[in-house]
């Protein structure tokens, strides 16, 4: 399982076009890919920062998210200032979701998935081993 926040600052006067954008996003999302779990978008208290929940079945489902066609066919960079990804582990008995796992390349993975873990990196903190 991969469990994300994405911590999204939006750029002055793009609110209304992020929305849209995200709109679409989680139609297709949610219509067009297995393996999602969540799929979530919040207006944060701080103007122009929005959050994401996002959680899918394995990272590769992640990885197949962030390099589908409706992903990569708009202008994040137009709207988005900066983004930070933040990866989430479940606290037992208190969240129905399975622990993050940062899974193992295998040989037989496309070019796509060898960047996708280039460019988003599991990263699972020492301390959630002790609270698993």
Known sequence: ????LAHIEIKVG???????????????TLKEEL????????????ENFYYCLLSFSDKWAF???Q???????????????SIRLEYLDPVSDANPLNPTVDAPLT????????R???LYPIDIANWWQKRR
């Open 1 to 4: 399982m991969a469990t994300l």
């Open 14 to 28: 793009q609110e209304a076009t992020f929305e849209e954008i995200m709109a679409d996003m989680v139609e297709r």
């Open 35 to 46: 393996g999602v779990l969540r799929y979530e978008y919040y207006k944060g208290q701080q």
């Open 63 to 65: 990885y197949q998210h």
């Open 67 to 81: 390099n589908s066609d409706h992903h990569e066919g708009h202008d994040f960079g137009s709207v988005i200032k």
């Open 107 to 114: 040989a037989d993975m496309d070019e796509q998935m060898h």
């Open 116 to 118: 996708a873990q280039i």
